[in-house]
Nanobody, 124 residues
Framework: QVQLVESGGGLVQAGGSLRLSCTAS????????MGWFRQAPGKDRQFVAA?????????YPADSVSGRFTISRDNAKNTVYLQMNSVKPEDTAVYYC????????????????WGQGTQVTVSS
């Protein structure tokens, strides 16, 4: 059983930067691909980024965050990161990290474990 804890959320002005962290415990972190998702009030959960178990490949949706957000991981620290640059008010959401033991990708239903989320609020 893997436990995931996100941190680093908060209030940031539009155009600013924020780095989210997600630390895992209770399992072998390098066995899992990792993903970041977000959910704004009244909206469906949205895929943000994914990374393979060894960090060799990353994947982002084509439109909303590509070129602004970067996912990375440090297996020695059991941590995955989401660097958010040039943030926009529409990036306001609760951000979740998730672990996938069998593959990786953009579909939330394939991820086995989820964190509790961290709130990111972007002011205009």
């Amino acid at each position: 059983q893997v436990q995931l804890v996100e941190s680093g959320g908060g209030l940031v002005q539009a155009g600013g930067s924020l780095r989210l962290s997600c630390t895992a415990s209770g399992g072998t972190f390098s066995n899992y691909a990792m993903g970041w998702f977000r959910q704004a009030p009244g909206k469906d959960r949205q895929f943000v980024a994914a990374i393979t178990w060894d960090g060799s490949r990353t994947y982002y949706p084509a439109d909303s965050v590509s070129g602004r957000f970067t996912i990375s991981r440090d297996n020695a620290k059991n941590t995955v990161y989401l660097q958010m640059n040039s943030v926009k008010p529409e990036d306001t959401a609760v951000y979740y990290c998730a672990a996938d033991q069998t593959g990786w990708g953009q579909f939330a239903n394939r991820y086995n474990y989820w964190g509790q989320g961290t709130q990111v609020t972007v002011s205009s």
